[in-house]
């Protein structure tokens, strides 16, 4: 190269450098220009993120023993949950067929309360609600109200307005019945965003593996672990422990009678497709048991692009409910009651219909329920899958007899009485009664006392109540007259609340309002008979009352509350006095002789058992007859021990049962029981079907049962009297109701 050349390649490289210079120039001063003018615009534009919020549920806190064993617990479980969020532009429909396919490849079932079935050869369509079901009912009614429909719209109607709101004519019949469902439960769900959709609830690990596998061609669906209620110990108590379940659509949308609507639940914390005790304890202590929940938060882009996710706010378990029932002693004496209502049923003629039974066991110093025991019983843990077969059982397993069954006490009613003389002065211990076996006071009405143990002749209070004199407490009932020995009785826990937390009959007592009464009434009332009716939580009560020297404590089954994570008691059920019945001088103590004395005209076990115990048998009869002139009877029994120090009241109904001696031997393996527990004995045989159990000594208990005091005594209420009331529901409450759990708790 030339120097000429040389020069002219110098001129064209600085004038390169210039024009770049002024590019590079420009650029700059446009970034600055940018920066200082637009920089806040496009700042936003970059961070431009929106935050979605979604809730982590907590777990359910645990049901424990007096002993810390569980009975009811949280298993972690998992559903398959629909994120609208993640699901981007994917057809909905489309997925929604992937998944069903995929849950039924593995034998799973989805969330669908649609109440209509796949349609016809025809092409129609049936609702699948039973018409005799009222809840399911209730269901169709609201799903047409929500669907805008009249209430006469048919099924055929129903699926139509469906497939027109969810756009599905493009599909085959089949697939239009399924993503309906799907679509529908969607809407009661209120899937969103921000909701998530829950459809398909504890499923197996298979599930889980398989709907991971295909997770690249299912955005949005989720494997999401989830708290299962589950019953360590599912035959302990499963009536008073309740059940858990999904907020019904009458809980969450509430409408008062004003036509206002609120939403009680939704304004509580709770989503629609929360999960909440429905009954029991589980109902009861929903608030303690529920805990806090965490929340999940997810940041996405302006882009659509998912960029950050975050548990904000970690969930918190719920408290430990801790219940006065030590779990041992619970199944010990369930198994105790189903024994002696087998026994009773395969040993008497007069009792071939004794079926069912209740028992409630307290603690006489603090009210606390040591045990209540129904026969027959269920499984918590099988009440789903064989609900049917329960609910269509005659003999009722899912009624809670203990706390809701109601039945004329018969003479376990007399102390009452005898309380009631002795506390207003119209009796002392020397005071008496002339036994002449028949009550002659009124000219066209004589009813009888069968003097079993006395004869003719002057009784005492004592020994009226040792031989359940009806001569005496027809003479003294009238004296006090119903207004003033009911009054007693219902301070000393019969025909009332006894103040347990769930839901349970209140009873009644006979008064001289009701429709029927009579002067004859009146005194049949005095032995427990008329229109009386009361509880077997009642006669425990009644009976820890008795021995409380007429301190009556609130009956309770919660002993504390517990923190789950330390275990710290969080607050405590202290013993707390309901009424006070002063008595006078000796009335308790007069009562307690005479009770004292009745195991010993008991044949079996109870006469010789060496620690002493008090107790009062009933008999009443029930409105059915098995021969002419003769009622079916039910065993009643109320007892506590020791007698001179008591620590446990027992109240004992065996439906059909026959005279009330024949429960003797059931308060004794009652009290074997308790004392093993005490000093940590106690052994629970492996459970043994009652209805094979043989009774050795049948003859004796035979002798026992015509030997009893009250079996004929109770059992000679005149045919002029009313006609005692025997009821095996709850007052006010469909079997129906009791069977889903006693809802209204």
């Not at 309906?180 to 769900?189: A, C, K, P, T, V």
């Not at 409408?255 to 304890?281: A, C, F, R």
């Not at 066209?444 to 006392?449: G, I, L, N, S």
Request: glycine share 8%; charged share 20%.
């Amino acid at each position: 190269m030339n120097q000429d050349e040389r020069k002219t390649a110098v001129r064209r490289m600085m004038l390169l450098i210039a024009a770049a210079a002024v590019i590079i120039g420009l650029y700059g001063f446009r970034l600055i220009f940018l920066q200082l003018v637009n920089g806040d615009s496009f700042t936003a534009q970059a961070t431009n993120t929106t935050d979605y919020k979604f809730t982590v549920t907590a777990a359910r806190g645990d049901i424990v023993d007096s002993k810390g064993e569980r009975i009811a617990s949280s298993t972690t479980g998992y559903n398959v949950v629909l994120n609208k969020l993640l699901m981007g532009d994917e057809d909905l429909d489309t997925m929604l067929q992937k998944i069903v396919g995929l849950l039924g490849e593995n034998g799973e079932s989805w969330n669908d309360s649609l109440l209509i079935g796949q349609p016809d050869a025809a092409g129609h369509y049936e609702f699948t609600a039973a018409s005799d079901n009222a809840a399911e009912q209730k269901a169709l009614a609201a799903m047409k109200d929500n669907l805008g429909l009249q209430q006469y719209a048919t099924a055929d109607d129903v699926m139509e307005k469906l497939v027109e709101d969810y756009d599905l004519a493009d599909f085959s019949l089949y697939w239009q019945r399924v993503l309906s469902g799907i679509h529908y439960e969607m809407q009661l769900q209120a899937f969103s965003n921000v909701n998530n959709f829950v459809m398909a609830e504890n499923v197996s690990e298979a599930t889980v593996a398989t709907i991971k596998e295909n997770s690249l061609s299912l955005p949005g669906v989720e494997i999401v672990e989830t708290s299962t209620r589950s019953y360590e110990q599912g035959t302990v108590l499963p009536h008073v422990l309740g059940r858990v379940g999904k907020i019904t659509a009458e809980k969450w949308k509430v409408t008062d009678e004003n036509g206002q609507v609120t939403y009680p639940l939704k304004e509580k914390g709770y989503n629609m497709n929360d999960i909440i005790g429905i009954s029991g304890l589980e109902s009861a202590y929903e608030d303690e048991l529920r805990g806090k929940d965490g929340v999940e938060t997810i940041t996405r882009n302006s882009d659509g692009v998912i960029v950050n996710t975050a548990l904000t706010t970690v969930p918190e378990p719920g408290h430990t409910v801790q219940l006065t029932i030590d779990s041992e002693f619970q199944k010990a004496v369930d198994q105790a009651l189903a024994k002696n209502v087998e026994w009773i049923k395969n040993t008497y003629a007069d009792s071939k219909q004794a079926n069912a039974g209740a028992v409630v066991v307290i603690d006489v110093k603090t009210g606390g329920v040591l045990a209540a025991s129904n026969y027959p019983s269920f499984d918590q843990n099988l009440y789903a899958a064989q609900y049917n077969e329960y609910s269509a059982d005659e003999n009722m397993p899912l009624f809670n007899r203990a706390l809701q069954g109601l039945y004329t006490p018969g003479s376990t009613y007399k102390p009452s009485v005898a309380v009631a003389g002795l506390d207003t002065g119209l009796l002392n211990r020397n005071s008496t009664v002339n036994c002449t076996r028949v009550y002659t006071y009124y000219k066209d009405y004589r009813p009888r006392c069968a003097q079993h143990g006395h004869g003719n002749g002057p009784i005492d209070v004592v020994n009226a109540i040792k031989w359940s004199c009806n001569i005496f407490f027809y003479d003294v009932g009238r004296r006090l007259t119903s207004d003033v020995y009911d009054a007693y009785a219902y301070k000393l826990g019969l025909g009332q609340r006894t103040g347990v937390e769930v839901n349970e009959a209140v009873g009644r007592l006979t008064k001289k309002t009701d429709k029927n009464y009579t002067s004859s009434l009146d005194i049949q009332a005095a032995i427990g008979q008329g229109n009386t009716v009361v509880s077997p939580i009642q006669l425990a009560t009644y009976a820890a009352t008795l021995a409380n020297n007429g301190v009556r404590y609130r009956t309770h089954f919660v002993k504390a509350i517990l923190d789950t994570n330390t275990g710290e008691v969080l607050s405590e059920t202290q013993p707390e006095v309901m009424d006070v019945t002063e008595g006078n001088g000796n009335t308790f103590e007069l009562v307690r002789q005479g009770m004292t004395l009745v195991p010993s005209t008991i044949s079996g076990k109870i006469s010789s058992y060496p620690i002493a115990i008090a107790c009062k048998t009933g008999t009443p009869q029930r409105s059915e007859t098995y021969a002419s002139g003769k009622h079916y009877l039910n065993a009643m029994m109320i007892a506590y021990l020791p007698a001179d120090d008591p620590e446990i009241a027992i109240g004992i109904t065996v439906e059909y049962g026959g005279y009330g001696a024949r429960t003797g031997d059931l308060v004794v393996d009652i009290a074997n029981a308790y004392f093993a527990m005490k000093d940590g004995t106690l052994e629970v045989d492996p459970y043994v079907d009652p209805r094979t159990v043989v009774q050795e000594d049948a003859a004796a208990s035979d002798t026992a049962a015509q030997t009893a005091p009250d079996a004929a005594n109770d059992a000679q209420t005149d045919t002029t009297a009313a006609e005692p009331q025997q009821t095996t529901a709850p007052v006010g409450v469909t079997e129906e109701e009791n069977n889903d759990a006693m809802l209204a708790q």
